[in-house]
């Protein structure tokens, strides 16, 4: 069967006249992806913050509230073992990105960054990504109505070691790959769900995904689970922490949160921590009512914490 072509289907060489740059054009001009949220809340998806030769764009979705600003940032990162996990999936919350656009409406500019899983690079990759995704943040601060020098890091699981981790090391460039990058990468306040802090403490799995997040051949070294562990780095200059995490967790012990609590007390770091009974890894209860009350405890005490320690009350 012949498909008739209309004029208005095909342009003649003369009509298909398209701007040419006089070198290769390597900027990414596709329209921004822009969601309304409630109460004003404006969303842009998938903005890249970093690109390193060799592998995919590095990106993250941010949300800004209604009023022009400037405002605190609230960094978050996802978990999933450092080998999964997405910036709009957290635990047993249905809908993520309605949770961050929420927390924006009480008038933070947040950032959920994707970063290089295990598979596509070790550690340290994923705390550069951090790193240059906050220097990024900083670096665009009047792009994008941000504050600064108020800045608060969340994370659950693998991106709460990620989180602790950001915190801990602030201003140690032996992590930068060379030469090493410029602008601030400190935090003011950092909250992490059943995060990871010493991994000597940690249990491998047995599947081998923290010989493979860390680069190991084999069984990790001392020296190798000493610089991925962010006791490690803990000091007194470290910033305050809200820890929380469940008491029946299997995936990461409760013992993880309990070592970094004593450690920062120990320093004069001040620590916040909430210990919720009878729930696992994610704030799973034993019941959907169960999660469903670990999981909106949690994450109503997150969005206090940051209003606490950044500066802005709740309007």
């Given at each position: 069967?012949?498909?008739?072509?209309?004029?208005?289907?095909?342009?003649?060489?003369?009509?298909?006249?398209?701007?040419?740059?006089?070198?290769?054009?390597?900027?990414?001009?596709?329209?921004?992806?822009?969601?309304?949220?409630?109460?004003?809340?404006?969303?842009?998806?998938?903005?890249?913050?970093?690109?390193?030769?060799?592998?995919?764009?590095?990106?993250l979705d941010l949300y800004q509230p209604a009023a022009p600003g400037p405002h605190p940032?609230?960094?978050?990162?996802?978990?999933?073992?450092?080998?999964?996990?997405?910036?709009?999936?957290?635990?047993?919350?249905?809908?993520?990105?309605?949770?961050?656009?929420?927390?924006?409406?009480?008038?933070?500019?947040?950032?959920?960054?994707?970063?290089?899983?295990?598979?596509?690079?070790?550690?340290?990759?994923?705390?550069?990504?951090?790193?240059?995704?906050?220097?990024?943040?900083?670096?665009?601060?009047a792009k994008y109505h941000i504050d600064g020098n108020h800045v608060g890091v969340w994370?659950?699981?693998?991106?709460?070691?990620?989180?602790?981790?950001?915190?801990?090391?602030?201003?140690?460039?032996?992590?930068?790959?060379?030469?090493?990058?410029?602008?601030?990468?400190?935090?003011?306040?950092?909250?992490?769900?059943?995060?990871?802090?010493?991994?000597?403490?940690?249990?491998?799995?047995?599947?081998?995904?923290?010989?493979?997040?860390?680069?190991?051949?084999?069984?990790?070294?001392?020296?190798?689970?000493?610089?991925?562990?962010?006791?490690?780095?803990?000091?007194?200059?470290?910033?305050?922490?809200?820890?929380?995490?469940?008491?029946?967790?299997?995936?990461?012990?409760?013992?993880?949160?309990?070592?970094?609590?004593?450690?920062?007390?120990?320093?004069?770091?001040?620590?916040e921590s909430i210990y919720l009974p009878g729930v696992d890894h994610s704030f799973i209860?034993?019941?959907?009512?169960?999660?469903?009350?670990?999981?909106?405890?949690?994450?109503?005490?997150?969005?206090?914490?940051?209003?606490?320690?950044?500066?802005?009350?709740?309007?």
């Open positions: 069967m012949l498909m008739l072509i209309t004029a208005t289907q095909v342009l003649s060489a003369a009509e298909r006249d398209f701007p040419v740059a006089a070198s290769p054009a390597l900027a990414d001009v596709y329209p921004e992806r822009v969601t309304t949220f409630a109460r004003g809340v404006r969303s842009l998806a998938d903005v890249t913050y970093s690109v390193i030769p060799g592998f995919r764009p590095l990106i940032l609230v960094i978050y990162i996802h978990g999933g073992g450092w080998v999964g996990g997405h910036t709009r999936h957290s635990g047993a919350l249905e809908n993520f990105p309605e949770v961050l656009a929420s927390l924006a409406a009480e008038g933070f500019v947040v950032a959920s960054l994707e970063y290089r899983l295990a598979g596509e690079a070790p550690f340290p990759a994923q705390l550069q990504d951090a790193r240059a995704a906050l220097r990024f943040l900083r670096a665009n601060a994370g659950g699981s693998a991106g709460g070691h990620l989180a602790a981790l950001l915190a801990t090391t602030c201003g140690d460039t032996s992590f930068d790959p060379a030469p090493a990058a410029a602008g601030n990468d400190c935090v003011n306040a950092v909250v992490t769900w059943y995060g990871v802090f010493d991994f000597a403490a940690q249990a491998d799995r047995g599947d081998g995904s923290l010989s493979g997040f860390l680069g190991c051949k084999g069984a990790c070294d001392a020296a190798k689970i000493s610089r991925a562990s962010p006791v490690t780095y803990m000091k007194r200059s470290t910033p305050p922490f809200l820890l929380i995490h469940g008491e029946q967790d299997r995936t990461v012990d409760v013992q993880q949160s309990h070592i970094a609590e004593q450690r920062l007390k120990g320093l004069g770091v001040p620590v209860g034993g019941t959907p009512e169960q999660t469903r009350i670990a999981t909106l405890r949690a994450t109503n005490a997150t969005f206090d914490y940051f209003h606490r320690m950044l500066g802005r009350k709740q309007p």
